[in-house]
T-cell receptor, first 114, second 110 residues
Framework: ETGVTQTPRHLVMGMTNKKSLKCEQHLGHNAMYWYKQSAKKPLELMFVYNFKEQTENNSVPSRFSPECPNSSHLFLHLHTLQPEDSALYLC?????????????FGNGTRLTVT | EDKVVQSPLSLVVHEGDTVTLNCSYEVTNFRSLLWYKQEKKAPTFLFMLTSSGIEKKSGRLSSILDKKELSSILNITATQTGDSAIYLCGQRGSQGNLIFGKGTKLSVKP
C-alpha cells in the first residue's frame, strides 16, 4: 500500500465515451500530480496541483481535464480520447512544491481507448 | 531533446553480478535528483540526492551525485532476481516538477 490510491485499476473506453480517473492520498500531502506512462517513452508530467491550485499544465490536450477539489483528491476527466492516449496513468503526491521531498506514486490506471 | 538521459536502456545480468546504472541531467533549475524502482505498477522511491559526492546507501543499493559532471549513478551489488525492474531517474526543478528519463530495464537471471 503506497498511501496513494487510484481507481479504477483498468479502464477500457471508446473514443466517444466520457470517463474519470480518481486519485486519493492519505499522506497529508499538499501537492498532487498526474503522469502518463506510454511504452518506450519517459514518464510524462501532465498536471501539477499545489494546495488545490494548478501550477503546471504541460501542453496537455483539452480532452484531458483535471480537477482537484481538495488536497487529498485529484481527478482526471476524459472525453473524446484517441487510441494513442492508451497508457498507464499515474497519480503522485508530495508534501508541497516548495519542499524538496520525494513523490509517492499510486498503482496507476491502465487505460485502453478503442 | 530529453532533459534526463539514462543509460543503458536495458541490461541483462546474472544473480550475484554488480550493476551500475547511469543518469545525466540538466543544470537548469536543479534542486534534486531522485531514483525510483518500478516493478509492475507504482514506482517506489529509492533515493533523493541533493549534494555532490555524498553516497546514499540502502542495503545492496547505493547512489551518488556528481554535480560537476551533471550525473548520478545507482549501484546494485550482489544482484538478485527480485532486483529485476525498471529503474527511473528524475530531476526535480526549482518549481517542484519532477521530470524523468526513459528508465533502465534491468533483468537479473538466476
Amino acid at each position: 500500500e503506497t498511501g496513494v490510491t487510484q481507481t479504477p485499476r483498468h479502464l477500457v473506453m471508446g473514443m466517444t465515451n466520457k470517463k474519470s480517473l480518481k486519485c486519493e492520498q492519505h499522506l497529508g500531502h499538499n501537492a498532487m500530480y498526474w503522469y502518463k506512462q506510454s511504452a518506450k517513452k519517459p514518464l510524462e508530467l501532465m498536471f501539477v496541483y499545489n494546495f488545490k491550485e494548478q501550477t503546471e499544465n504541460n501542453s496537455v490536450p483539452s480532452r484531458f481535464s483535471p480537477e482537484c477539489p481538495n488536497s487529498s483528491h485529484l481527478f482526471l476527466h476524459l472525453h473524446t480520447l484517441q487510441p494513442e492516449d492508451s497508457a498507464l496513468y499515474l497519480c503522485a503526491s508530495s508534501q508541497e512544491l516548495g519542499i524538496n521531498s520525494p513523490l509517492h506514486f499510486g498503482n496507476g490506471t491502465r487505460l485502453t481507448v478503442t | 531533446e530529453d532533459k534526463v538521459v539514462q543509460s543503458p536502456l536495458s541490461l541483462v545480468v546474472h544473480e550475484g553480478d554488480t550493476v551500475t546504472l547511469n543518469c545525466s541531467y540538466e543544470v537548469t533549475n536543479f534542486r534534486s535528483l531522485l531514483w525510483y524502482k518500478q516493478e509492475k505498477k507504482a514506482p517506489t522511491f529509492l533515493f533523493m540526492l541533493t549534494s555532490s559526492g555524498i553516497e546514499k546507501k540502502s542495503g545492496r543499493l547505493s547512489s551518488i551525485l556528481d554535480k560537476k559532471e551533471l550525473s548520478s549513478i545507482l549501484n546494485i551489488t550482489a544482484t538478485q532476481t527480485g532486483d529485476s525492474a525498471i529503474y527511473l531517474c528524475g530531476q526535480r526543478g526549482s518549481q517542484g516538477n519532477l521530470i524523468f528519463g526513459k528508465g533502465t530495464k534491468l533483468s537479473v537471471k538466476p
